[in-house]
């Protein structure tokens, strides 16, 4: 079951397990509940109304393609390598994989994914699972508040890299549960911000086993790392 509003400091796998398997495949994401994770982040485009879970436009760094994910036929995409013999999986295929044995921090990466997300969790709530198993995270703004328009019960992570003046209205505006912030950004004072706003601050992507223990002194409620047995070794 999620403990995505747990008090306990959560440990994140960024894109499944990505220090160890190809990110953002099942086999990374297999890797990453082995590891002991709270949470799994993936990233998510749109493809023909269909969402597949991979964080670049451009096929070539992370497959044996070529190209932009959105000039691809669906059929292409899924033919393609994603690493170790891995297609690059579906949201379905990850939540089925997952089946509520971690939470799951869903990054709207691609234009007009927030629809398709929403309704897949609206599918799989009325399967049995819970509002606490999913958070949605954008640097996108509009699709943050495309979600909360649908539905503002899901919860919502607002994705920052540095410190924007606005950011705390920003994040109230949008209703936002959690501010996640790039781990050089945070420090007391940005912690005491966010959590005096009853916010919780969650850092990427911190895998220098120093590092994580410096945010752990800080006291954030979240570490995104590629490692995530690093969390539990510091």
């Known amino acids: 079951m999620s403990c995505l509003n747990s008090q306990k400091l959560l440990s994140i796998g960024h894109r499944g397990a990505m220090g160890h398997e190809p990110e953002n495949?099942?086999?990374?994401?297999?890797?990453?509940?082995?590891?002991?994770?709270?949470?799994?982040?993936?990233?998510?485009?749109?493809?023909?109304?269909?969402?597949l879970v991979?964080?670049?436009?451009?096929?070539?760094?992370t497959t044996n393609g070529?190209?932009?994910?959105?000039?691809?036929?669906l059929s292409y995409l899924r033919s393609l390598d994603a690493g170790k013999g891995q297609q690059i999986p579906t949201l379905e295929e990850?939540?089925?994989?997952v089946n509520r044995q971690v939470g799951i921090n869903i990054e709207l990466k691609g234009k007009q994914t927030a629809t398709l997300v929403v309704d897949l969790i609206h599918r799989y709530l009325n399967y049995g699972w819970s509002y606490d198993d999913f958070l949605i995270s954008s640097f996108n703004h509009y699709e943050l508040q495309q979600v909360q328009v649908i539905d503002p019960k899901i919860n919502l992570g607002l994705l920052l890299y540095g410190i924007p003046l606005d950011y705390l209205k920003i994040a109230e505006k949008l209703k936002v549960a959690t501010i996640i912030n790039n781990y050089n950004f945070i420090d007391s004072e940005f912690i005491s911000s966010v959590h005096k706003q009853g916010l919780k601050?969650?850092?990427?992507?911190?895998?220098?086993?120093?590092?994580?223990?410096i945010m752990k002194q800080l006291k954030v409620d979240g570490i995104i790392t590629n490692y995530p047995e690093k969390v539990g070794d510091t």
Do not use: P
């Open 25 to 51: 495949s099942l086999l990374s994401i297999q890797k990453a509940m082995s590891l002991g994770v709270d949470v799994i982040e993936i990233d998510v485009h749109r493809v023909e109304e269909q969402l």
């Open 66 to 73: 070529e190209g932009y994910i959105t000039d691809k036929s």
């Open 94 to 97: 990850v939540f089925n994989t």
């Open 54 to 61: 991979i964080h670049d436009r451009s096929l070539a760094r």
């Open 201 to 213: 601050c969650w850092a990427y992507t911190v895998n220098e086993l120093e590092d994580i223990k």
